[in-house]
């Protein structure tokens, strides 16, 4: 079991989260532990009581307004506990919680969350970096060491994903990302208050890893953002729309007029070290047999009055899944290997996205049928359709269209979603008044959902630019 804290005095100021005012919605907020847990200040008899599910499934609960942090266990030796602890004790996991507490971080929504947000946000350009390099599953699959009569394209449907080549790495597809972004936006470097990298794999210079200075650093200086403040997050492959988390809420407080958040993923060599080890269909390295190498940038700013944009983001951890995909480094060559039990994650994720899609739409004042393009994070064309199938019986209705790419660009990692929506927007395929539903589903697992109209958005893209 985790260990807690059990006596530590939690001011009011612990709601503060990236500049967040106290909300009167139970929110997450991070414990003395890193854990992470619901507010719901005055559902209990106390005063209120702070709910939190760990990664163990333990709970912690912090009782009254400036309160002490107790464990489960102790909880559980009360004969009469607190009323919001019978849906939170241990192995009860159900989502959303019965007594009306949110399981995910929301901004935005028909109730304006949170309290004094004075702006709205929107997409004020998106970019990418993709190599021109091109391996096929085909040669992939010739080249494993092992005869493994896995037909990885009838499996997953990729047929081909893009590889960097000479010269390129996380680094450089990340910086030819936010250039890209600049440019569809219509704005300078130095128009960015804030620059935020979310790279998983953060290669300068070949498979050269990066620990400090910080990649941010780097690329701050090279675009010439001099006003920016910059930082590096980390969130599996959900890091840019983490990044998107963070900045819509910053752009909707009125700190920040304008922030970009940008990633370059340098993964393939994770497919080539899998092609070495995978031995049947049952391997834990198989889905790095999807893995494709691109970089793609949002850049988010303050939207007019009454201009479209993101309408309501959320955020959330489901920790207790945190081992179903693990990454190490390398034995067998350079880089990465990645572990990952894909029936297991997929079950998880597509059955705990569902009352968290529920709560996202209900949040939006929107059923799942009125959603224009759902950009789902792209593991496989198989996973996609089962998880979208499963959803729509769920919900009740099914969303108008579904966004694949990654039958033609593998799956990119954190920057699969921002990849897939350049594509479509260089297309043609969005229009302004669409409204857009961003799912990211990673290893953690972290689920983040975003729904936005595009606006003004879709005019910058097309043979214009």
Known sequence: MAAHVLAADIPDSIYLLAGIPQRSQPQPVASADNSYFTAARGSGPAGGHRRAVTADRGCVFVCGAGGRLQSSAYLQQLEEPPGCVDNCLMGNQKRPAGDGAHWMALEGGIDG?????????RFAGIGACIPAG?????????STKYKTGIELERLTG??????AGAGEDSYTLALGAARDALAHAGIGADDLDMLLVSSISRHVGGLRIQIEPPVSVALKEALGARRAISTDISNACAGMLTGVFILNDLVRQGRIRRGMVVSGEYISELGRNAAQEVRDVLSDQLPSLTLGDA???AILERAPEGAAGIE????????EHSRLCVAFPATIGP?????????????ASTDEAVPLLREVLGQAGLEFGEIDYVVPHQTSVRAIRKGIEQWSQDLGAAPKHVVVTVDELGNTSSTTLFVALWKYLNEG??????????????????????IFRPGELVERYGHDH
């Open 113 to 121: 969350s949170p309290p004094g947000a004075a702006y709205t946000s």
């Open 134 to 142: 091109r391996l096929t599953t085909e040669e992939l699959m010739a």
């Open 158 to 163: 990729v047929r081909e994903r893009p590889v």
């Open 295 to 297: 970089g793609a940038a």
């Open 312 to 319: 309501v983001a959320g955020f959330t951890t489901l920790a």
């Open 335 to 347: 880089g990465t290997t990645m572990h990952t039990k894909a029936r297991e994650i997929h079950q």
């Open 429 to 450: 395929c969005l229009a302004p008044g669409d409204r857009v539903m961003l799912v990211a589903l990673a290893s953690g697992i972290e689920v983040g959902i975003v």
